[in-house]
């Protein structure tokens, strides 16, 4: 194999990757008869941020029932927001009326994200809401 090829596999693998299980949370739904926060999760799912050195950050949703969704692919402009010390994505959706915020935060050893989502009915099909989850990670 040569030296470029070479260069060129390890450019592509992500320089590390945080993957989250079974976010869970509150979500607070507006278009409810009677709005109201209420629990709320993504039990069985995961989220995966992807880091590279030069490539955007990818963001991976799996929801409860298997599906991979890539919000770049869906048309979310995906951001890395992170500043030294920390790690942060947003993913908006802009005219779809979608906006999640991503930390991954550490404490006592342990690795958790926190995720907020916020949705408006006027523009996306879902409900107007506002969440925020709490999953435990591991860094790869």
Known sequence: MSLLLSIALVAEQP???VT???PLGQAYYM???DPRWISD???G???SIEMYWDEPVRLLITDVTGREINPTSQGATVTNTSR???LSVSSDYGNKGILDTFLVYGREGKTYLLWTNIRDSRLARQGTRVAAFVAKCIVD
């Open 15 to 17: 320089v590390f990757t």
């Open 20 to 22: 989250c299980d079974s």
């Open 31 to 33: 278009d409810e008869p």
């Open 41 to 43: 999760g993504v039990k």
């Open 45 to 47: 799912g995961k989220i």
């Open 84 to 86: 030294k010390g920390s």
